[in-house]
Nanobody
Framework: VQLQASGGGLVQAGGSLRLSCAAS????????MTWFRQAPGKEREFVAS????????YYRESVKGRFTISRDNAKNTVYLQMNSLKPEDTAVYYC???????????????????WGQGTLVTVSS
């Protein structure tokens, strides 16, 4: 599966952005999807994941209540709606996929085998 992320940009603190990740390839709807982010000088960290069906989602604690991951399998696209953005959310955001299910413990980048390029989100204070 090939992944293409988009939707990043510059936003003021408290603002919103919606990231999109378009998947192509056979049976892309069979893949669980995730968003990670990497701030300058920091490790890539888990943000949110969603099951292939869209019925199950997991979030890192710091984004709960502010970010929502969703998917539209008819469009082969996963979204990350980000509200109440904070300067500490500034990072390059990556989407990734894995064939099969997800668990809450799957928060390491090695849990996901397919990666797209990143999209930069900058939140100004």
């Amino acid at each position: 599966v090939q992944l293409q992320a988009s939707g990043g940009g510059l936003v003021q603190a408290g603002g919103s952005l919606r990231l999109s990740c378009a998947a192509s390839g056979r049976t892309s709807s069979a893949y669980a999807m995730t968003w990670f982010r990497q701030a300058p000088g920091k490790e890539r960290e888990f943000v949110a994941s969603i099951s292939a069906t869209g019925y199950t989602a997991y979030y890192r604690e710091s984004v709960k209540g502010r970010f929502t991951i969703s998917r539209d399998n008819a469009k082969n696209t996963v979204y990350l709606q980000m509200n109440s953005l904070k300067p500490e959310d500034t990072a390059v955001y990556y989407c990734a996929a894995r064939l099969g299910g997800i668990r809450a413990t799957m928060t390491d980048k090695t849990d996901f085998g397919y990666w797209g390029q990143g999209t930069l989100v900058t939140v100004s204070s």
